[in-house]
């Protein structure tokens, strides 16, 4: 089954400590995504790649870092520098930096006290 | 700048009543829209899109959408509704950058369905 899976679904960090969260797909895609979806703000872009050991800030890249160091993954760290990083973390990929369709993994829920 | 309004942001409908639900956008170029639907505490699923051509898109589930460019909008509707699609929906449209494609999403619109 081709999918884009999310790891860990829930994961609660201290404050002051990184923590990553992890995006893998099977897809063949070359372009993915991390959002950030908070309560009646929709989703907003943190960061995406278009191709492999290159990345983009999108709309709300501070706190956060990436790395794309092969085709299949993409690991969102959310540092200390984040000021509210409490939030569900959305995964997407698609064909390629030409494609507008999205495919989204499960998310994960980062909760930080 | 590109944008999307979904001005409901809650809707409660009977089973088996009729539903739309609104979008607006604002681009200057031809849209490329979507609507998604996202169950509580799971990933986005994609429901249809319009890229051009038919301005009524049938997708998933029973859903439609109609792209009207003199208003600005795409539309979601169901002529009847199952307690099923209680979740919460999003429109976004897609937009072409420098650095890429991109979606921006509009803030969603949480339905509810009474039995």
């Known amino acids: 089954d081709g999918g884009i899976t999310q790891s860990p679904k829930y994961l609660f960090r201290k404050e002051g400590q990184n923590v990553t969260l992890s995006c893998e797909q099977n897809l063949n895609h070359d372009a993915m995504y991390w959002y950030r979806q908070d309560p009646g703000q929709g989703l907003r872009l943190i960061y995406y790649s278009q191709i492999v050991n290159d990345f983009q800030k999108g709309d709300i890249a501070e706190g956060y870092s990436v790395s794309r160091e092969k085709k299949e993954s993409f690991p969102l760290t959310v540092t200390s520098a984040q000021k509210n990083p409490t939030a569900f973390y959305l995964c997407?990929?698609?064909?390629?930096?030409?494609?507008?369709?999205?495919?989204f993994g499960p998310g994960t829920r980062l909760t930080v006290t | 700048a590109q944008s999307v309004t979904q001005p409901d942001i809650h809707i409660t409908v009977s089973e088996g009543a009729s539903l739309e639900l609104r979008c607006n956008y604002s681009y200057g170029a031809t849209p490329y829209l979507f609507w998604y639907v996202q169950s509580p505490g799971q990933g986005l699923q994609l429901l249809l899109k319009y890229f051009s051509g038919d301005t009524l898109v049938q997708g998933i589930k029973g859903f439609e959408a109609e792209f009207k460019r003199s208003q600005s909008s795409f539309n979601l509707r169901k002529p009847s509704v199952h307690w099923s699609d209680a979740a919460e929906y999003f429109c976004?449209?897609?937009?072409?950058?420098?650095?890429?494609?991109?979606?921006?999403f509009g803030t969603g619109t949480q339905l509810k369905v009474e039995l």
């Open positions: 976004a449209v897609g937009w072409f950058t420098g650095g890429g494609n991109k979606l921006t």
């Open positions: 997407a990929s698609s064909i390629d930096q030409q494609a507008y369709e999205q495919y």
